[in-house]
């Protein structure tokens, strides 16, 4: 999570770094995906007080960009965690187990699918396929990759992160 979300999720949202993107963009028509990527590159999710400003700078409707918002899974509508940990359910990680380490990431954190913990310092999302089958089962935490999971191997993970920082 970028340092501007943690402030954000602590008091009114600075509406300066999305005016910045605004800006930008002010004579791009069709410009709302780029617009919506950047503010969620800027506050690490896309806060509400953003979409309204973008709808009457983009003159769009509000409602229009929450169509975006939901359809697109790219997009986060609240603070996510500074690590963002990926369990894969898809078919060779399920075979494997990847059950036991979901419920593991839940009774550790307390946390599930989409959960984010309320130190916003980790982010739970169970995926339908990482592409690294031969190594079921895997996690990813960011960028990344722990392949051939156990519980014992899950608590290490999950013990490297919460000691960062």
Known sequence: ??????QETQKEVDLTAANQILDKYQDMHGALMPVLQDIQEAYGFIP???????AERLNVYASQIYGVLTFYAQFHLEPRGKYIMRVCMGTACHVKGASRI???LKDRLGIAHAETTPDLK???EYVACIGA???????????GTYGSMTVQKMDEVI???KNMD
């Open 1 to 6: 999570m970028t340092e501007v979300a943690q």
């Open 133 to 143: 089958c031969g190594m079921a089962p895997v996690i990813m935490v960011n960028d």
């Open 122 to 124: 980790f982010t739970a």
């Open 102 to 104: 979901a419920e593991t």
């Open 48 to 54: 509400e007080e953003t979409v309204h400003l973008a």
């Open 159 to 161: 013990a490297k992160y």
